[in-house]
């Protein structure tokens, strides 16, 4: 298995390739089709995924290819998915990097929070998929 060790706020679509094992027009593709998959774009218009993108790859990645869902099938699923909410006990467990832009102290907690939330979901959905192995 790769190492999915959080290092970064944002991943370009070649890293998240590389990440999940997933060609880059298979991700582009996936975009089109599940709604929930919606990275944003950074000022060069080149997408920005967040560890919340990547959970819901790694799912649908799951659905498609490990249990032989349609599309169709797993946009029903995906629909229904609702990661359970682990407590993360202290941020120094999961060290968060920091924006390459600067931002300014009340964004900044803004995003702490928001990263925190990515966090969390992320780990639950890694457990998840632990515990299904």
């Known amino acids: 298995m790769k190492d999915l060790a959080i290092k970064k706020l944002y991943y370009s679509i070649s890293e998240v390739s590389k990440i999940t094992d997933i060609e880059q027009y298979?991700?582009?593709y996936w975009e089109t089709e599940f709604e929930e998959l919606n990275p944003q774009k950074n000022r060069a218009g080149?997408?920005?995924?967040t560890?919340?993108?990547i959970q819901i790859i790694i799912y649908i990645k799951?659905?498609?290819?490990?249990k032989k869902y349609t599309?169709?099938?797993?946009?029903?699923?995906l629909a229904d998915y609702k990661p359970e909410v682990a407590?993360?006990?202290?941020?120094?467990?999961?060290?968060?990097?920091q924006e390459i832009y600067p931002v300014n102290q009340?964004?900044?907690?803004?995003?702490?929070?928001?990263?925190?939330?990515?966090?969390?979901?992320l780990k639950s959905f890694l457990e998840y998929l632990l515990s299904k192995l």
Do not use: C, H, W
């Not at 599309?71 to 699923?77: C, D, L, P, S, Y």
């Not at 009340?106 to 979901?121: F, G, H, Q, Y």
């Open 71 to 77: 599309i169709e099938g797993a946009k029903k699923i």
């Open 46 to 49: 080149n997408r920005i995924f």
């Open 106 to 121: 009340s964004e900044n907690r803004k995003d702490k929070n928001s990263i925190k939330k990515d966090l969390e979901d």
């Open 26 to 28: 298979v991700l582009r």
């Open 62 to 66: 799951t659905l498609l290819r490990e």
């Open 51 to 53: 560890n919340k993108d």
């Open 87 to 97: 407590q993360i006990k202290t941020e120094t467990e999961y060290p968060v990097a």
